[in-house]
């Protein structure tokens, strides 16, 4: 178990937090990444718009970081991380195996978890058949029949936004649309059907989705799902820690991300809203090297 203390330590083992790390042992900092093994991407069949890692199981990719950062004096524990506050001198960090840390610097990268529509299913057919980024997934459900699940502008824009990769697409809303009669407009003049009654399941063979079934039994044919719900931090010590949000959720940071709380970074999905694996990497090496000259400069005053 690790001991300590630590110049900095990093609470989520994800894109970000790898990449502050990889970025504080090469400064020869002494840094420990605490992460409990649930990332947001698990289910995903392969991350993309990665340069060099398209295509990537996120398990493997982050299998590679970790053996990458094997050289430096990074430690790397799996466990969840049960409180942490500031205290003199940095920050005091208990894990849910009971061991106390202290730290002069904290860094979370723990990111956010979506919102999955509640619809029977749904979670058998996630990072396969649905999905909630066109950017990533959008490619390979190319020029298929597509359902978008949302309501309001979100849904509106969603929408809009796949047509780019089919032209076969409907918007269910599971209820009452909530859209502005600009966007309806929109969705019109694009030939984008709306329908509004509940979804009750999804069915198909395996992963692979067929169609979606409707609370008066309908059925309609799609080979996959986009929606726009809504999504949580993952993790509440930003929002324990007193740090100030967003209107979106997001915590507000800095463009290295530094806080409102002095020594606590933020760094990754939890704190912008481009949700690229590749943002949150170079959102973690920013953080790192805000850390490594924030104690550079503690030693020298």
């Not at 990111?111 to 959008?138: A, M, Q, W």
């Not at 969603?158 to 990769?165: D, E, G, V």
């Not at 709306?194 to 198909?204: A, D, F, M, P, Y």
Request: charged share 25%; hydrophobic share 40%.
């Amino acid at each position: 178990m690790p001991s300590g203390p630590y110049d900095v330590i990093i609470i989520g083992g994800g894109p970000a937090g790898l990449n502050a790390a990889l970025i504080l042992g090469r400064c020869l900092r002494r840094v420990l990444l605490c992460d409990d093994g649930h990332p947001r991407n698990a289910a995903s069949g392969g991350m993309h718009g990665y340069l060099s890692r398209d295509g990537c199981l996120p398990a493997e990719f982050l299998a590679i970081g970790r053996r990458e950062l094997s050289r430096y004096a990074v430690e790397f524990c799996h466990v969840h991380v049960s409180t942490a506050q500031a205290v003199d001198g940095g920050f005091a960090v208990s894990l849910e195996t009971g061991e106390k840390l202290k730290s002069r610097k904290l860094l979370l990268a723990t990111g956010v978890k979506d919102r999955l529509p509640e619809i029977e299913n749904i979670t058998r057919f996630y990072g396969r058949s649905v999905f909630h980024c066109p950017y990533c997934d959008g490619w390979e459900m190319r020029e298929q029949p597509l359902a978008v699940y949302g309501r309001g502008r979100p849904g509106a824009g969603l929408a809009q936004s796949l047509l780019k990769w089919t032209s076969d697409l409907i918007v269910c809303t599971g209820g009452p649309h909530r859209m502005s009669s600009a966007d309806r407009k929109i969705l019109d003049a694009r030939r984008i059907p709306i329908i509004t009654k509940r979804i009750v399941r999804l069915e198909g063979q395996g992963e692979v989705l067929e169609r979606i079934v409707f609370a008066d039994g309908e059925i309609l044919p799609r080979r996959g799902i986009f929606f726009t719900t809504s999504q949580a931090q993952q993790c509440d010590l930003a929002e324990k820690f007193g740090c100030v949000f967003t209107a979106k959720g997001s915590v507000r940071t800095d463009r290295h991300g530094a806080t409102n709380v002095p020594g606590l970074y933020v760094a990754g999905d939890a704190s912008f809203d481009v949700q690229f694996v590749i943002v949150a990497a170079a959102e973690g090496a920013k953080a790192g090297v805000a850390i490594n000259k924030a104690l550079q400069l503690e030693v020298l005053s």
